[in-house]
């Protein structure tokens, strides 16, 4: 075992173990996402319209199981490829970049249905306005996109994304 952790942590696997781990990881990942995040969610916000509880069990299933693919491709790609190489590949990088966005889409809904639907039903306040968790969310997912960018491709300058050419000029 200790010697399957060194060969992953170096990149040193052949083909076959790399992806045995990476599908075996991400098997493991949904199948405790499906059966620990997915009720959770439903219990959370089992106060809500059916229509919108089936909604957001939709959209936390697909980002569990974009995330769990995600997490298969990173492993493999790390298990495969040594350290000095993996951090210039792009399969690598895209894999790390969606998993960061989708395990974080996860754990923000995770978080909007307990604070924000049954942590009010629990103290008799009425819960957040739909438009506000739309909000949040999507501030929070910005913030967390461009966290991935920064962490998934180091050595892209994620200012020049985000501030137009020419808009502060040294003194």
């Not at 992806?19 to 991400?26: E, H, K, P, W, Y």
């Not at 990173?74 to 690598?92: E, M, Q, T």
């Not at 604070?115 to 910005?142: C, E, S, T």
Request: net charge positive; proline share 6%; hydrophobic share 55%.
């Amino acid at each position: 075992m200790n010697d399957l952790w060194s060969s992953y942590r170096d990149g040193a696997c052949s083909l076959s173990m790399a992806l045995a781990l990476g599908l075996g990881s991400g098997l493991l990942v949904r199948l405790l996402a499906f059966l620990l995040l997915r009720p959770l969610i439903r219990i959370f916000a089992r106060k809500d319209l059916p229509k919108i509880i089936q909604s957001r069990l939709r959209r936390s299933g697909f980002a569990m199981t974009v995330a769990s693919l995600a997490l298969a491709v990173y492993v493999v790609c790390h298990a495969y490829w040594p350290p000095g190489i993996r951090s210039h590949k792009l399969p690598y990088e895209l894999s790390e970049l969606l998993l960061i966005v989708f395990a974080g889409y996860v754990f923000l809904e995770v978080l909007l249905s307990f604070f924000a639907d049954w942590l009010p039903g629990v103290r008799n306040q009425a819960p957040m306005a739909p438009i506000i968790k739309d909000l949040v969310r999507a501030l929070a997912l910005v913030g967390v996109g461009l966290m991935g960018v920064r962490n998934a491709f180091p050595d892209v300058d994620i200012g020049a994304v985000i501030v137009p050419r020419g808009a502060f000029h040294p003194l």
